[in-house]
């Protein structure tokens, strides 16, 4: 079973629109990060954040974490072609140490 | 800089035949993972390394996954007798660690293994 859930599994957007991404998970987390991948990189690192931080920035991406809610949201504002990709959150289990979950991923379609 | 790659791209198997998959880390990288991705799906973990080290390798889905990493660096990931089931793109990835753990900080990954079963 996957720890995260990501919500919606699919989200198609024009162009210069904003896309919002939810993440929800189930255990106790040390830090949450979100990727994205596609066809062309593969696997890329977006952004981490901790535990006791409520909000992170980077360029265009926005983060959020509400652990009480055990829930994170990823905010992509102006957004481009190059950003249609498939974008996952990935945690930590807080008491099982090594183990680095994902979820099933938002599939994301930008269109010119 | 080089990244972590990952050979061979492409791995076509006839079921029944063993498999080697192999990852070389970002130079310095302490610690390293290996995942499988089935289409459509994110990756799940199988285990992790740390140098030599394999500390985790709850996520290998049977005893016919074996992994191993002898000198720190390069690792290899084995499928013995591989199944249909086994199809799926295998990923690794390598992180950094100065305190913490491994977690706390970003994965690079390689652009996987795409193993094909038939």
């Known amino acids: 079973s996957q720890q995260g859930e990501e919500d919606p599994q699919a989200l198609s957007i024009q162009e210069g629109e904003n896309a919002t991404m939810n993440c929800s998970y189930k255990t106790s987390i040390n830090n949450l990060q979100w990727y994205r991948q596609n066809s062309g990189r593969g696997l890329v690192h977006l952004i981490l954040i901790r535990s006791n931080e409520r909000e992170k920035h980077s360029g265009r991406l926005r983060v959020t974490l509400d652990t009480s809610k055990k829930s994170s949201s990823l905010l992509i504002t102006a957004s481009r072609a190059a950003d249609t990709a498939s974008y996952f959150c990935a945690t930590d289990l807080l008491y099982y140490g090594q183990n680095f979950v994902f979820g099933p991923g938002t599939r994301l379609s930008v269109l010119p | 800089g080089a990244g972590v790659s990952q050979s061979p791209r492409y791995k076509v198997a006839k079921r029944g035949q063993d498999v080697a998959l192999r990852c070389d880390p970002i130079?310095?990288?302490?610690?390293l993972f290996w995942y499988q991705q089935a289409l459509g799906q994110g990756p799940e973990f199988l285990t992790y390394f740390q140098n030599e080290a394999q500390l985790d390798k709850s996520g290998l889905p049977s005893d016919r996954f074996f992994a191993e990493r002898p000198e720190g660096s390069v690792s290899t990931l084995k499928i013995q007798r591989t199944q249909q089931e086994d199809s799926a793109v295998y990923l690794c990835a390598s992180s950094l660690v100065f305190s913490g753990g491994p977690l706390n900080y970003e994965q690079y990954f390689g652009p996987g293994t795409r193993l094909t079963v038939t």
């Open positions: 130079s310095g990288h302490v610690s």
